[in-house]
């Protein structure tokens, strides 16, 4: 979603703004542009519509060589894609602000600005802001006090860069929902929604926490909290990558990252299995003397991680006497919750920045919980510094804004939760055994099940003129299901939906035509006979049928059964090796559809935003 990078330093800062965006591209967003204080003290500003090679060609006819500078990419929220509605956004060419998040008084602003004799040259909430600035930058006021009355009076969540060419030697920053880091250098600071943007030019940061101002300039900062106070913040050295990722052989960093898949667990793995038992791999002080006293077990998270939860509930009441509740958390935020008893409240999110479920984490606390436990792939994101334990998966940079490896390492360590809880509980050591057993094996299977590409491949042709299909599971195979509809329906733009084998005669068979592909896993556990009569219900109506099962199953390829045989597998673990099949056929289709398929159209990767 919205990048934010900012610079002040004594050199020209236009090429570390640019490159900070390139960075940032994976995110999603529709348009970019910088703004520069130059050398006369006036602001520049150039905007694109498009990627950010569309800002670098204006930038390659109006080079810019100021010292201080915001830059953005933006993903709409308030007004359409268009460059009037790019950030930066300019005040009377004084004050240009960046903006991340959603300002949710925004109108009644707008109006009280309009009777000021504002003007408006867009339909964004972000020009409030900066109009909002300039209002509050009187004769003598600093830009830190005019932004620090401005914030104020907005509701909603922002993270802000703002200069002005009244203050060329200073960057404020704010902070309130959306992140923002504080990059230090040596005679230069930087400001970023994301430690990748900063990544080519320092290595040590400062995380603002929620309601943060900062003051930068080349050779300090200061930092006042919510309350006015002057706080010092840790200084962390970071160990991220750059996302500098060649593609190599790969024509799509989704195909690379499904490829990447078995390393990817492999290196989520490694050093916490022991010979039958799981090491104690969760960060934090006391974790296994809290698991013990685990009663409910609560799941939330958006997406992706969404039925990486709902996949984890299956698992958890099969292997353990804890209820586990999974909800999505944009409802949950803002449902009321009946009290419930020694609650362990676990958050999921690739990038640790959802909104949603950082909000959720945020109710949660003031509610009270036993404690919270964010599964993550950033260390160093807010959801996993705002909780009181983390449970990180290895999955490296993930490019693509279709989740593929996040999701089957964020499956992995929630096994790993499982068993921990189970260990903490002095209960069935023999399941733990046999869960550390399955784990051990899955790099290996993950390999065998990225063979039948060139197979899956060749069944894709089949949808490419398809506009509906229906995926089906049953068990833990439903939440397989509907991440294979949402994959297909993110990247080729297929309308896909997925429901349980089961509640087919409750209604969906009355879509069932040759036009409709139906697709469906059935690897070999209990409820397969299940599956095969539901299987039955579509072929004899006339439903063509593309089913990936297990080779044991007894399934015969026909005219309208087409069949991918899958190797045998654990139960435990069969919903992370089906996973892979779905996620080929995603691909596959959006590639012969000839759709962008590592950024989606209208999808962000990190969603900042409600």
């Known amino acids: 979603m919205c990048g934010i990078v900012g610079a002040i330093a004594q050199r020209p800062v236009t090429e570390i703004l640019v490159e900070g965006l390139r960075r940032l591209e994976y995110r999603g967003y529709d ?35 100021g010292l201080l500078g915001i830059s953005h990419t933006r993903w709409a929220t308030h007004g359409e894609p268009a460059e009037r509605n790019a950030h930066p956004h300019l005040s009377r060419n004084r004050v240009a602000v960046v903006h991340n998040g959603i300002i949710e008084n925004y109108e009644q602003l707008r109006e009280s600005l309009i009777a000021k004799g504002y003007e408006f040259e867009s339909e ?9 600035i300039e209002s509050n930058l009187v004769n003598g006021s600093s830009l830190f006090d005019a932004v620090k009355k401005t914030i104020s ?100 960093y989704m195909l690379k990252e499904i490829y990447e898949q078995p390393m990817a667990v492999q290196n989520t793995l490694e050093g916490r299995l022991g010979r039958d038992s799981i090491n104690a791999c969760i960060s934090g002080e006391n974790v296994m003397q809290t698991l013990a006293k685990v009663k409910q077990v609560q799941i939330v998270a958006c997406g992706t991680s969404y039925h990486a939860g709902l996949i984890a509930r299956y698992w958890m009441e099969s292997l353990t006497d804890i209820p586990c509740h999974v909800e999505v958390a944009s409802e949950y935020r803002y449902r009321r919750q009946a009290p419930r008893e020694d609650v362990l409240f676990v958050t999921i999110s690739q990038s640790g920045e959802t909104a949603d479920t950082l909000a959720a984490l ?8 036993l404690a919270s436990l964010s599964i993550c792939n950033v260390d160093e994101s807010s959801l996993v510094r705002e909780s009181d334990f983390s449970l990180l998966t290895v999955a490296g940079p993930e490019i693509g804004v279709a989740s593929t490896k996040a999701f089957t390492t964020q499956l992995v360590t929630l096994q790993l939760l499982i068993g921990l809880l189970i260990q903490a509980k002095n209960d069935s050591p023999e399941k733990v055994a046999q869960l550390v057993a399955d784990l051990k094996k899955l790099p290996a ?101 593309y089913l990936f099962a297990d080779k044991s199953a007894g399934i015969v390829e026909q005219d309208n059964i087409h ?11 069969a919903p992370i090796i089906y996973t892979i099949p779905l996620q080929l056929l995603s691909y596959h289709v959006a590639v012969f559809k000839g759709t962008d398929v590592d950024k989606p159209r209208n999808l962000a990767k990190s969603v900042t935003v409600e």
């Open 31 to 65: 348009s970019a542009g910088v703004a520069v204080v130059n050398a006369d003290n006036s602001i520049k500003r150039i905007r694109a519509l498009g990627k950010v090679i569309e800002l670098e060609k204006k930038l390659q006819k109006q080079p810019q060589k």
């Open 124 to 132: 964004t909430d972000t020009e409030v802001i900066v109009h909002l």
């Open 153 to 252: 009076k907005l509701s909603g969540a922002f993270a802000l860069g703002v200069i002005s060419s009244e203050h060329p030697d200073v960057l404020v920053g704010a902070r309130q929902g959306s992140p923002l880091v504080v990059g230090l250098g040596l005679g230069e600071n930087f400001l970023a929604s994301d430690v990748q943007a900063l990544l080519p030019v320092t290595t040590r940061f400062i995380f603002l926490e929620n309601g943060d101002i900062v003051n930068i300039e080349r050779d300090k900062i200061r930092i006042e909290d919510e309350n006015g106070n002057p706080v010092e913040r840790e200084i962390k050295q970071s160990q991220a990558c750059s996302l500098e990722s060649e593609l190599g052989e790969y024509r799509h």
């Open 362 to 369: 945020e109710k949660t606390k003031k509610l009270g919980c």
């Open 445 to 545: 299977l993950l390999e065998q099940s990225l063979e039948h590409d060139s197979a899956i491949e060749q069944m894709a042709e089949d949808f490419i003129e398809k506009h509906n299909a229906l995926f089906l599971g049953r068990g833990d195979q439903y939440p397989v299901a509907m991440e294979g509809a949402l994959k297909l329906k993110e990247i080729s733009y297929i309308h896909a939906e997925a429901y349980p084998a089961g509640e087919l005669k409750h209604g969906p068979l009355a879509l069932v035509d040759s036009e409709m592909p139906i697709v469906a896993v059935a690897p070999n556990t209990v409820l397969l006979e299940k599956l095969k009569s539901n299987l039955e219900e579509v072929r004899s109506r006339g439903g063509v049928l």
């Open 563 to 573: 069949l991918i045989e899958m190797d045998e597998v654990p139960e435990g673990i």
